[in-house]
């Protein structure tokens, strides 16, 4: 059932994030929250009271440089604890987290730092000469370890340390559920990312989701090696982690060497493997026992086989903040389905003139409910990009299409935005288009993905030559794309064609592009065992 906007305020009044932190400080203090286990060196580990006096102490060294509520801290960190506690410290403050992909190079940087007016940056050493020339106005850099290599330019290195040799932060604010706690950016179909503003209430809200859907157990263990800056490892896997008053076990990402000495050595009992090329990495290796209860993925008879693990599926956007379509234990349906409407949101499945699908259709996915609470608040500075987003009566349209089977459960069919999957991270197609067609060498541009065995798909690029292009125009595009974007967004190929195909309304037919592409890697076995 979905709620009305004061039922959905009833649910979180008189809590926020630091509200529930302080839940089991108070109740279980001694109780391990966090293990970080990194691929080299020492493990360490935080009993609810020790992350949380390391958060207020991080806390009271942000607020003596100047980080205050209202402020926004750039947080463009790898897997670490500092992520974490960054997070909670900006919580307790009321400042804005804004969460970045460290493989964003120097001019998406500038350009997160500018749409979100962001005060200072936390940071890695391998990142800070990035981040530096990025926000050459940020009142500090503070680096979670090490030092800045001896080329640094940058004058306003703040060491980690240094933020926790302060007094920790001990009064409290009064919860405040609708006020601003994060930013993170989301791939659309416009030529630049989207920074999507959610709230305390949305964290509550997403936590408690998940937590009820899956049954999360105080004794739970959640192995999290999937990036804390996307929403799926913070808020449906830690916060509601968190939400039961489990342990989060954390990774700084997916290895598969890595993956079972963890979870057995600290009895690591679910996670969320979001992509085939996860099952495709672990294929080469022997199951041990283990104490796994479930594994997020879609239902997979053959994967529930071998590894002797529950599968269960899901559906979530950065938007959504949490699952709106979810799995039920008790009755987990047919292979490869992702779930039913779960409470809280409404659902709609709809064909192209606004109707909706019935059984054994294939129709644009549609989520109804409270934004600052059960959706996303808004796009951050872009009102116009928040409006489109949602019909008249307040549908958000998640560029999503889903199957109906003829007994309601639910499939993933396709993305019917322009948007490419690339070993678990969304990219527009646009935004590469965009690079390539600024560079003035290219009449037209078509970017599409090409199936990879272990990525899922990867960018390749159809392009007609100007007039005026130069020699070796395939490996120069290549070149740009690697300077101005991502490593995961730049082309694997161009394809120089005298034109593009065109459907009957003259839009590029990017469809027979992708048909005319082969495989990457061999045999492809999506899910591979």
């Given at each position: 059932?979905?709620?009305?906007?004061?039922?959905?305020?009833?649910?979180?009044?008189?809590?926020d994030?630091?509200?529930?932190?302080?839940q089991?400080?108070?109740?279980t203090?001694?109780?391990?929250?966090?293990?970080?286990?990194?691929?080299?060196?020492?493990?360490?580990?935080?009993?609810?009271?020790?992350?949380d006096?390391?958060?207020?102490?991080?806390?009271?060294?942000?607020?003596?440089?100047?980080?205050?509520?209202?402020?926004?801290?750039l947080?463009?960190?790898?897997?670490c604890?500092?992520?974490?506690?960054?997070?909670?410290?900006?919580?307790?403050?009321?400042?804005?987290?804004?969460?970045?992909?460290?493989?964003?190079?120097?001019?998406?940087?500038?350009?997160?730092?500018?749409?979100?007016?962001?005060?200072?940056?936390?940071?890695?050493?391998?990142?800070?000469?990035?981040?530096?020339?990025?926000?050459?106005?940020?009142?500090?850099?503070?680096?979670?370890?090490?030092?800045?290599?001896?080329?640094?330019?940058?004058?306003?290195?703040?060491?980690w340390?240094?933020?926790?040799?302060?007094?920790?932060?001990?009064?409290?604010?009064?919860?405040?559920?609708l006020?601003?706690?994060?930013?993170?950016?989301?791939?659309?179909?416009?030529?630049?990312?989207?920074?999507?503003?959610?709230?305390h209430?949305?964290?509550?809200?997403?936590?408690?989701?998940?937590?009820?859907?899956?049954?999360?157990?105080?004794?739970?263990?959640?192995?999290?090696?999937v990036?804390?800056?996307?929403?799926?490892?913070?808020?449906?896997?830690?916060?509601?982690?968190?939400?039961?008053?489990?342990?989060?076990?954390?990774?700084?990402?997916?290895?598969?060497?890595?993956?079972?000495?963890?979870?057995?050595?600290?009895?690591?009992?679910?996670?969320?493997?979001?992509?085939?090329?996860?099952?495709?990495?672990?294929?080469?290796?022997?199951?041990?026992?283990?104490?796994?209860?479930?594994?997020?993925?879609?239902?997979?008879?053959?994967?529930?086989?071998?590894?002797?693990?529950?599968?269960?599926?899901?559906?979530?956007?950065?938007?959504?903040?949490?699952?709106?379509?979810?799995?039920?234990?008790?009755?987990?349906?047919?292979?490869?389905?992702?779930?039913?409407?779960?409470?809280?949101?409404?659902?709609?499945?709809?064909?192209?003139?606004?109707?909706?699908?019935?059984?054994?259709?294939?129709?644009?996915?549609?989520v109804?409910?409270?934004?600052?609470?059960?959706?996303?608040?808004?796009?951050?500075?872009?009102?116009?990009?928040?409006?489109?987003?949602?019909?008249?009566?307040?549908?958000?349209?998640?560029?999503?299409?889903?199957?109906i089977?003829?007994?309601?459960?639910?499939?993933?069919?396709?993305?019917?935005?322009?948007?490419?999957?690339?070993?678990?991270?969304?990219?527009?197609?646009?935004?590469?288009?965009?690079?390539?067609?600024?560079?003035?060498?290219?009449?037209?541009?078509?970017?599409?993905?090409?199936?990879h065995?272990?990525?899922?798909?990867?960018?390749?690029?159809?392009?007609?030559?100007?007039?005026?292009?130069?020699?070796h125009?395939?490996?120069?595009?290549?070149?740009?794309?690697?300077?101005?974007?991502?490593?995961?967004?730049?082309?694997?190929?161009?394809?120089?064609?005298?034109?593009?195909?065109?459907?009957?309304?003259?839009?590029?037919?990017?469809?027979?592009?992708?048909?005319?592409?082969?495989?990457?890697?061999?045999?492809?076995?999506?899910?591979?065992?």
């Open positions: 059932m979905a709620l009305d906007r004061r039922a959905a305020e009833l649910m979180v009044q008189g809590r994030l630091s509200w529930l932190l302080d089991w400080v108070q109740r203090p001694d109780k391990t929250f966090l293990i970080w286990a990194p691929f080299e060196g020492e493990h360490r580990q935080w009993t609810y009271a020790q992350f006096a390391d958060v207020r102490r991080l806390a009271g060294g942000l607020a003596l440089w100047g980080i205050e509520k209202g402020s926004r801290l947080i463009h960190l790898e897997n604890p500092e992520l974490l506690m960054a997070h909670f410290a900006c919580a307790q403050l009321g400042a804005v987290a804004v969460l970045t992909n460290t493989r964003s190079v120097e001019r998406e940087l500038s350009y997160f730092v500018e749409l979100t007016e962001a005060t200072a940056a936390i940071t890695q050493a391998q990142f800070v000469e990035a981040v530096a020339a990025a926000g050459p106005d940020l009142k500090f850099l503070a680096l979670t370890a090490g030092c800045p290599g001896a080329d640094s330019t940058a004058s306003n290195i703040l060491p340390d240094v933020l926790l040799q302060t007094e920790p932060l001990l009064v409290a604010r009064d919860p405040e559920p006020l601003d706690l994060r930013v993170q950016f989301t791939s659309g179909t416009t030529s630049r990312p989207k920074a999507v503003l959610s709230t209430a949305n964290t509550l809200f997403a936590a408690q989701q998940t937590a009820k859907a899956y049954g999360l157990q105080h004794d739970d263990v959640c192995q999290v090696f990036p804390l800056f996307h929403n799926n490892g913070l808020a449906t896997l830690a916060m509601s982690t968190l939400w039961a008053g489990g342990t989060v076990l954390l990774q700084p990402r997916f290895s598969a060497s890595n993956f079972w000495g963890p979870a057995l050595k600290y009895g690591a009992t679910w996670t969320s493997l979001p992509g085939s090329f996860f099952l495709s990495a672990l294929a080469g290796y022997e199951v041990p026992d283990h104490r796994f209860r479930f594994w997020f993925i879609a239902v997979l008879p053959e994967v529930e086989a071998r590894y002797r693990v529950k599968t269960r599926g899901h559906w979530g956007m950065t938007e959504t903040i949490t699952i709106p379509i979810v799995g039920d234990p008790d009755h987990p349906g047919p292979p490869g389905n992702i779930g039913r409407p779960a409470p809280g949101n409404e659902i709609a499945i709809r064909r192209g003139d606004g109707s909706d699908c019935g059984p054994d259709e294939t129709g644009d996915l549609y109804r409910g409270v934004r600052g609470i059960t959706l996303f608040k808004e796009y951050l500075k872009d009102p116009e990009a928040t409006t489109r987003s949602f019909d008249e009566n307040g549908w958000f349209s998640t560029g999503d299409r889903i199957r089977d003829g007994q309601g459960c639910l499939f993933f069919a396709d993305r019917s935005k322009d948007i490419l999957r690339v070993g678990g991270e969304n990219v527009a197609a646009s935004e590469i288009e965009a690079v390539i067609l600024r560079t003035g060498w290219v009449s037209e541009c078509a970017v599409v993905g090409q199936k065995d272990m990525l899922d798909e990867v960018p390749v690029a159809f392009v007609v030559a100007a007039a005026d292009a130069p020699q125009l395939e490996s120069k595009l290549i070149q740009c794309c690697r300077e101005q974007l991502a490593d995961f967004k730049v082309i694997r190929d161009v394809h120089v064609v005298e034109d593009l195909p065109r459907s009957t309304l003259q839009k590029i037919a990017k469809h027979r592009l992708r048909e005319s592409l082969p495989l990457i890697g061999g045999s492809r076995r999506r899910g591979a065992l």
